[in-house]
């Protein structure tokens, strides 16, 4: 079965607190695209990150970073000193075949002044 | 400035009616999604077209129905709205063959049903 779990519903931090949020997949596809998508308050979805299956290099963009395991069908997101901007829900996903594309449940960040 | 642009971004109707959600790219997509939002579900597939007057069913396609007349503009269909379809209902479009899938999205639709 292809899934996404996001086990983390809700997530509080202070500003400047370093966060990670999870994400767990489970595809039988040896080809596939993992991705993260930042919801915030206006409501329209914007592209973070996408990460093929065939790299497993850690990335960096300023101050977000993600870690994909493939050993633990894990790719997480981490946001270094955080800021009250980065408040939004968080899509992780898992793109297989051409055409579909698997959400998680999403990941509701709050980052307090 | 690539966009997505959603007809209606909140609407209340009543259980029974018909109702039209409307889509709209100017990247010149092939492919074109209708996606519903809830709380602790994330976002579910209800239809996706990747050609126009092509539809394949997502994973909720139950209650809905899509039309793509032109390439540009995807339209979602209740034909008789319940409760149970009250939600927030999100357009994305992709390149055709792009085996990487980035969706572009609109804003979102906040659609009530009493």
């Known amino acids: 079965a292809q899934k996404v779990t996001q086990a983390q519903t809700e997530i509080s931090v202070v500003e400047k607190e370093d966060v990670t949020l999870d994400c767990v997949y489970e595809?039988?596809?040896?080809?596939?695209?993992l991705f993260w998508y930042k919801q915030p308050p206006s409501g329209e979805l914007v592209f973070l990150i996408r990460?093929?299956?065939?790299?497993?290099q850690n990335e960096i963009s300023g101050r977000y970073s993600w870690n994909f395991q493939k050993s633990t069908s894990s790719f997480n997101f981490t946001i270094t000193a955080s800021q009250v901007v980065d408040s939004a829900v968080y899509f992780c996903?898992?793109?297989?075949?051409?055409?579909?594309?698997?959400f998680g449940a999403g990941t509701r960040l709050t980052v307090k002044p | 400035d690539v966009k997505v642009t959603q007809s209606s971004r909140y609407l209340v109707k009543r259980t029974g009616e018909k109702v039209f959600l409307e889509c709209v790219q100017d990247?010149?997509?092939?492919?074109m999604f209708w996606y519903r939002q809830d709380p602790g579900l994330g976002l579910r597939l209800i239809y996706f077209?990747?050609?126009?007057?092509?539809?394949e069913k997502g994973d909720i396609p139950e209650g809905y129905s899509v039309s793509r007349e032109k390439k540009e503009r995807f339209s979602l269909i209740l034909e008789s709205a319940s409760t149970n379809q009250t939600s927030m209902y999100l357009c994305?479009?992709?390149?055709?063959?792009?085996?990487?899938?980035?969706?572009?999205f609109g804003e979102g639709s906040r659609l009530t049903v009493l």
């Open positions: 994305a479009s992709s390149l055709a063959g792009s085996l990487t899938g980035e969706l572009f």
């Open positions: 077209s990747y050609d126009v007057k092509m539809k």
């Open positions: 595809t039988r596809d040896t080809t596939y695209y």
């Open positions: 990460r093929n299956s065939f790299d497993e």
């Open positions: 990247m010149d997509h092939e492919n």
């Open positions: 996903a898992l793109h297989y075949n051409n055409n579909d594309m698997r």
